[in-house]
């Protein structure tokens, strides 16, 4: 769907408006010194649009001025050489502490914490390595880790890693930056991929119940092992009605990754490296995020998960 344009500028300004005071108050070198927050909100705008390039950015901003002086740029436009410089200067962190940053300034009551795995095929990519998906099997890239609110439906922290890694070794950093944040979640639902000893060991020492089903490969051959195990003995019994229950929230992490890949096509990426493409997932999560609480307070915003909805 397009939006006419006092509507897309009104959706603008309310998602620029979220992280507006998350962004460092810095000025870039060179001729201008373009604003960090305007250079931020030009690669918002170009995942929201759906622009593929930072050179197809600048050329957008170019034909676009009204846009273009809704980030910021009130004379001359950023060439994409700029972008570039931005991208491969702050890096991944730079936007990871923008978006927490941002989620800091919110009020979230986090009760039922998501953690799940997506992948990100890039076949090109020399950094890229071999992992293994339950949909694509065998494929070639990277993967995103992402603890996620399951009543809001937005990432929180996450992470970004050549896809030969296991999922289940995630689980504690992830706990950890949710912790470090401040949330105190009271579950932690996830797939079997996360079952093992050491998980729900971290679970309990944060004091968070494990919502996750049983990995029956991670067995061992100890007739004892049922008596001492977490895992084999969790609080809330697999199969019960309250187990059943947390588990169909599960649906709200798919539905995160979904909207994260409708933001960036990872094959499609036209940079190549594990920093660059943490880049920009990290600044889809930024997006998300921005736009649901950008819906709260914008009537324009038909539903705080139409993230695309600014796509031609």
């Not at 010194?33 to 909100?41: D, E, R, T």
């Not at 929201?48 to 809704?70: F, M, P, Q, T, V």
């Not at 001359?76 to 991208?87: S, V």
């Not at 009760?111 to 992992?131: N, P, Q, Y």
């Amino acid at each position: 769907m397009v939006w006419g344009c006092a509507r897309t500028q009104t959706i603008l300004k309310a998602v620029f408006e979220k992280y507006k005071g998350c962004v460092p108050q810095k000025k870039g070198k060179g001729r201008y010194g373009y604003s960090y927050q305007s250079i931020v909100n030009a690669f918002v705008l170009m995942l929201l649009r759906g622009i593929r390039s930072e050179e197809g950015l600048s050329e957008y901003l170019n034909e676009h001025i009204d846009e273009a002086k809704l980030c910021g740029f009130t004379s001359n436009i950023p060439h994409r050489t700029t972008f570039g410089r931005f991208r491969n200067k702050l890096g991944p962190k730079f936007i990871e502490n923008v978006h927490c940053t941002m989620l800091s300034m919110q009020e979230i009551d986090l009760i039922h914490m998501l953690a799940d795995s997506t992948s990100l095929e890039k076949k090109g990519d020399r950094d890229a390595k071999v992992g293994y998906s339950s949909t694509k099997g065998l494929y070639r890239g990277f993967k995103a880790y992402i603890a996620s609110d399951a009543d809001m439906r937005i990432p929180l922290p996450l992470t970004v890693t050549q896809a030969n890694r296991h999922d289940g070794l995630f689980l504690p950093h992830l706990m950890g930056k949710i912790h470090g944040m401040g949330y105190r979640p009271t579950f932690a639902i996830t797939d079997a991929g996360y079952d093992s000893e050491e998980n729900h060991k971290v679970l309990n020492k944060y004091d968070v119940l494990p919502v996750i089903p049983l990995n029956k490969r991670n067995l061992r051959s100890g007739k004892n092992e049922k008596f001492w195990s977490l895992r084999l003995n969790p609080e809330i019994e697999r199969g019960s009605k309250l187990y059943r229950a947390l588990q169909s929230k599960r649906f709200a992490a798919e539905e995160v990754n979904s909207a994260l890949k409708q933001l960036v096509n990872s094959q499609w990426l036209y940079v190549n490296g594990l920093r660059n493409v943490s880049f920009y997932i990290y600044l889809a999560a930024l997006v998300i995020a921005a736009f649901y609480f950008a819906s709260s307070n914008c009537s324009e915003i038909s539903s705080p998960w139409k993230v695309c909805c600014l796509r031609y």
